[in-house]
């Protein structure tokens, strides 16, 4: 807000509306992230290469779930031709993402390996990148999970008795979850509610309910914070038990 109000733009200086854009996505604001993201895309003809893969990136995750894959495909392809390779690892793991939202395990995948290995030669952690908290087409995302019991309204089933007498979960094998498990599992952890899941799927929200407490039974979670950190590091795993 102050830099709007300053005569200079320090754009070329450095890209800061890519800054405050993915500042306003962690505060669950996607309208003004995507209207900055756009701002410095209307620069970009002036702006290195990098810049323009990290804005698409942050409209990416500010745009509706229909429209991000192009989007990410875009900054995947800047990113490679500047030769950023944390801007490229960091897009990767977005798009990983969305591949696993769709069910595409397979892709979801390979495309996570490659964002590791671009971590690890830049001395970065591609589990700690999955751990930040997304934006789903402006999906509200409650900082602290409701109280189980009431899933018409929080979106959290019931937490099954046996969560809380099991075993560390990052001790047990991978578990199996079956392809609609894995598709209602990775939309929760992407922070949307029940309703948005039974849009995006087709499906009733006692359907998503029942998906939702098997996953959460399997993998000893209790709400869609812990879901997300348990989900995202089983997409590396190897073997037809992460699936």
């Not at 495909?73 to 793991?93: F, M, N, P």
């Not at 000893?220 to 038990?241: E, F």
Request: charged residues 30%; aromatic residues 4%.
């Amino acid at each position: 807000m102050l830099i709007d109000q300053w005569p200079v733009d320090f754009g070329d200086l450095a890209p800061w509306r890519i800054d405050a854009a993915e500042a306003y996505l962690h505060v669950h604001e996607p309208v003004e992230a995507k209207r900055l993201a756009l701002e410095e895309l209307k620069l970009s003809p002036d702006r290195p290469m990098s810049t323009r893969g990290r804005a698409l990136r942050v409209l990416a995750m500010a745009e509706d779930p229909d429209k991000r894959r192009l989007l990410l495909y875009q900054s995947v392809k800047c990113l490679r031709e500047h030769g950023d390779r944390y801007g490229l690892a960091r897009t990767l793991v977005e798009l990983s993402r969305d591949f696993l939202s769709t069910g595409e395990t397979q892709q979801a995948r390979a495309t996570w390996h490659e964002a590791q290995e671009l971590m690890d030669e830049c001395g970065m952690s591609a589990q700690h990148e999955s751990r930040r908290d997304p934006v789903m087409g402006g999906a509200e995302s409650p900082a602290d999970p409701q109280p189980p019991g009431n899933s018409e309204d929080s979106g959290e089933p019931g937490v099954p008795e046996e969560m809380s007498l099991g075993t560390s979960a990052e001790d047990a094998e991978p578990p199996v979850l079956s392809e609609a498990e894995w598709r209602v599992a990775t939309l929760a952890a992407s922070r949307m509610t029940n309703r948005q899941i039974t849009k995006s799927l087709y499906i009733t929200v006692s359907t998503v309910e029942q998906h939702l407490t098997r996953v959460y039974r399997k993998l000893s979670v209790g709400n869609r914070q812990d879901l997300s950190r348990r989900l995202w590091p089983l997409i590396g795993a190897t073997g037809s038990s992460s699936c």
